[in-house]
């Protein structure tokens, strides 16, 4: 398994603001993941990060919207930005080990209200 | 378009019961299901999953049963135990041609096995 922290846990922020999301793991692992819950919905993936290249989007977000960083194989950000109320939500970061049963592993999430 | 459907948005079974969370799928691609346990402000934890060459894995007191033909799958908790209280998520997976097995996920089944 994996341990898998994340900073903050919570934050309120004012529209139009950024916040970066912060993701610290025990384990070295190249591919780590960035998903989103909004109210009511499922976890939709926001991107795939990898080390060393950069973060590959979904359809539907954007790099100047998302900005992700991962300079290390323990490490990764998100960041949101120019926030809208509708981007209050809970941010999760995954990671998924290799070998193993393909299962992933996430964060505790990071709850955010934009007001 | 909701690829991983959860018709049943919550659940309520009674101690040593049987608890069963249904999913649907659309996408007959998909070749790994996996279910997610998730409790109030923690990540999501993996739970048990199955490969589309089987119809049935078993865990302990979980077991997860899957129907390709009708693209739908199951949860089966026995018994139900009060810690059992969480949101489910199923979630599926397939290769596509990058390799990177995506994992898509239902919007989630509450839980809440009486006492």
């Known amino acids: 398994s994996a341990v898998i922290s994340q900073k903050p846990s919570r934050d309120i922020c004012q529209r139009g603001t950024s916040l970066t999301i912060q993701c610290q793991v025990d384990?070295?692992?190249?591919?780590m993941f960035w998903y989103r819950q909004q109210p009511g919905q499922s976890l939709t993936l926001i991107a795939t990060?990898?080390?060393?290249?950069?973060?590959?989007?979904e359809s539907g977000f954007v790099i100047d919207k998302f900005p992700i960083s991962r300079p290390n194989l323990t490490f990764s950000t998100l960041t949101v930005s120019n926030m809208s109320p509708e981007d209050s939500s809970i941010y999760l970061c995954?990671?998924?080990?290799?070998?193993?049963?393909?299962?992933?592993?996430f964060g505790p999430g990071t709850r955010l209200t934009v007001l | 378009d909701q690829q991983v459907k959860q018709n049943s948005p919550s659940l309520s079974v009674q101690e040593g019961r049987i608890s069963i969370l249904n999913c649907d799928y659309t996408?007959?691609?998909?070749?790994?299901f996996l279910w997610y346990k998730k409790y109030p402000a923690e990540g999501p934890t993996f739970l048990i999953s199955?490969?589309?060459?089987?119809d049935k894995n078993e865990d302990g007191r979980f077991t997860v049963f899957l129907n390709k033909s009708a693209k739908h799958l199951s949860l089966h908790i026995v018994p139900s135990q009060p810690g059992d209280s969480a949101v489910y998520f199923c979630?599926?997976?397939?290769?596509?041609?990058?390799?990177?097995?995506?994992?898509?996920f239902g919007t989630g089944t509450r839980l809440k096995v009486l006492a």
């Open positions: 199955i490969s589309s060459i089987k």
């Open positions: 990060a990898n080390q060393g290249s950069e973060a590959t989007y």
């Open positions: 995954s990671l998924r080990l290799a070998g193993g049963k393909n299962e992933q592993f």
């Open positions: 996408n007959s691609m998909f070749d790994y």
């Open positions: 384990s070295q692992v190249t591919m």
């Open positions: 979630a599926a997976s397939f290769g596509g041609s990058s390799g990177t097995y995506k994992y898509i």
